[in-house]
């Protein structure tokens, strides 16, 4: 797995794909001088959708790990270095990226850390205030870093790149939209050529081949069936009369979609059409909260006051969260102590382009679990939701029928 082909690539003139005034103008309020980018999916945001193939799935390496590293000093984008693998060098060849600088040398953690040092220090930055992200870089790559640069400040930089990936552009809006329909075709496709006794694991591979057959990376399928609250795949059985839900996460060209939708095998009786009709009415409510210039936390008030005057409101809970990237960034809004994260966005107006995830869960204790979740996006007037369809009780057996 030797690769020499290229170690120093220079002169790609390709637009950067972010804003950089906006990053810049971050920088500056956090008082970074310069970045040092070491999660994935950051560099491949800074990049413009370049990802490592040959790191795409696992980061380890021998002794080591993958890390790339993209070195951005604030206001001398001319200035930045990626420091990439040297396995990346085929690839970089036919994908060249934005930045004036490609370093293609490292084989761990440490000497690529080294190797942005030494660009730090030739920027005059080596006692300046370095950014990082800190739940992003391995124990040995920050000793490394810290032992190089005594006198540097070392800052947190995981929120500036937060509220830079924040607002999409129309190119990520599309592949935020497309992601959710494609989960959309896979859940009905699965769900209309399953029926009785078919497994909970049976269903959770299936939509793994669809997911994958329609361009999608899968990365998760949550999944319950009868009256259990276990979302793990497992032998359960699907069975005449009882609801399944699908909760699946699957990523279209570096964006990830999240979408939960529910099915039966046979009618939904009465008592479902109503529990469902509830959990759709609790969404109803806070997507009529998502405006331009409205607080992001009155999606919750909304949404948690029409909960609370439902008799299922102790088997209920609501949640709405940022979408992108990565699943849970900003906009981050109350979560009612069910992550970890603080709700730094809920005093702050909601702008076109920001993408939420909108779920409403009832953990029903004679049904079973019945949830809705649905990725809206914040427009000029309002909101559009991706992925809208099937939304009530999806028929299992039926090739795709849908309520």
Known sequence: MSDVAATHLTGNAIPAPFDTHRLDQLMDEAGIDVLLVTSKHNVRYMLGGYRAQFFGFMDAMGISRFLPVLVYPKGAMEKSVYIGHRLEGHQLKVTPVWVPEVLIV????????????????????????????????????????????????????????????????????????????????????????????????????????EEVSRGLDFEYCLIT???????????????????????????????????????????????????????????????????????????FAAADAALRALPEHNHMHFMAHGMGVISHEAPRLPTGGRMSYPASDAERPLEPGLVLSVETTLEHPRRGFIKLEDTAAVTDSGYEIFGERARGWNRGGQAGAQS
């Open 106 to 209: 490292s084989s761990g953690s440490t000497d690529a850390m080294e190797h942005a040092v030494k660009h730090v220090t030739k920027l005059g930055l080596g006692a300046g205030r370095i950014g990082i992200e800190r739940p992003f870089l391995p124990v040995d790559a920050a000793e490394t870093l810290r032992a190089a640069l005594p006198q540097a400040r070392l800052c947190e930089a995981l929120f500036v790149l937060e509220r830079l990936r924040a607002v999409k552009r129309p190119d990520e809006l599309d592949k935020l939209r497309e992601a959710s329909e494609r989960i959309t075709d896979a859940m009905l496709t699965v769900i209309g050529s399953h029926g009785p006794g078919a497994t909970k694991q049976e269903i959770t591979e299936a939509l793994r081949r």
């Open 225 to 299: 069936t009868g009256t259990s609250l276990n979302r793990a795949p497992s032998e359960e059985r699907w069975e005449m009369g009882a609801p399944m839900s699908l909760d699946s996460g699957g990523n279209y060209e570096g964006y990830i979609g999240d979408l939960t939708r529910m099915a039966v095998l046979g009618e939904p009786d009465d008592e479902l059409q109503e529990l469902l009709g509830k959990v759709e009415a609790i969404q109803q409510t806070a997507f009529r909260a998502i405006a331009p210039g409205r607080l992001g936390g009155e999606i």
